[in-house]
């Protein structure tokens, strides 16, 4: 059984930072070639990528949307992916989801996801 908790959500000012976390239970991430990403919506607006991390070889994807403000990171001891959000600003409000494939490919969309988290609110005041 697969289970993905996020954690770290909450009520930040424009411009501030937060940092998510997503534990994964039910898998393993050592030696693995799964890949991994974050997702927002935000009401009345589709699901969107984020941030998308292809572990097995390092790469990583970010729209210019949230491009040199959002980090993704995995650390595999713990099985815990995050993401690193610095000069948030308000359209960056939304429900964030953590999200695994498990095929060796880089996750794109939602096509390519396998497991979802629950979603956690983030919400940037101006």
């Known amino acids: 059984q697969v289970q993905l908790a996020e954690s770290g959500g909450g009520l930040v000012q424009a411009g501030d930072s937060l940092s998510l976390s997503c534990v994964a239970s039910?898998?393993?991430?050592?030696?693995?070639?799964?890949?991994m990403a974050w997702f927002r919506q935000a009401p009345g607006k589709e699901r969107e990528l984020v941030a998308s991390?292809?572990?097995?070889?390092?790469?990583?994807y970010y729209p210019d949307s949230v491009k040199g403000r959002f980090t993704i990171s995995r650390d595999n001891a713990k099985n815990t992916v995050y993401l690193q959000m610095t000069s948030l600003k308000p359209e960056d409000t939304a429900v964030y989801y953590c999200?695994?494939?498990?095929?060796?490919?880089?996750?794109?969309?939602?096509?390519?996801?396998?497991?979802w988290g629950q979603g956690i609110q983030v919400t940037v005041s101006s």
């Open positions: 991390l292809m572990w097995s070889i390092g790469r990583t």
């Open positions: 999200a695994v494939g498990r095929r060796a490919i880089a996750i794109v969309g939602p096509a390519q996801v396998d497991y």
């Open positions: 039910g898998l393993t991430f050592s030696f693995s070639t799964y890949g």
